[in-house]
């Protein structure tokens, strides 16, 4: 997965980069990392994209609004 696939299928899943984080259960600052293009995004968190993707964000993964 690319940075820039990557950016847009968090646009897909959060509002923004703390919401995005707090989904996949990683640190904002590793987030922005990925987006950037500064290090590689890890299989485990691609296949975690691609499934949220696909089958949606399960609601009790959502932050309350």
Same mark, same amino acid.
Request: hydrophobic residues 45%; aromatic residues 10%; glycine residues 6%.
């Given at each position: ?8 299928? &968090? =646009? ?14 990683? %640190?904002?600052?590793?987030?922005? /990392?990925?987006?950037?293009?500064? &290090? =590689? ?14 089958? %949606?964000?399960?609601?009790?993964? /959502?932050?309350?609004?």
């Amino acid at each position: 997965m690319t940075a820039e696939q990557f950016k847009t299928a &968090i =646009k897909g899943l959060a509002d923004n980069y703390d919401d995005a984080a707090a989904l996949l259960g990683i %640190g904002r600052r590793s987030l922005v /990392r990925y987006a950037n293009d500064d &290090i =590689k995004v890890p299989e485990y968190l691609r296949r975690l994209v691609v499934m949220f993707q696909k089958h %949606g964000v399960p609601r009790e993964f /959502r932050r309350a609004a």
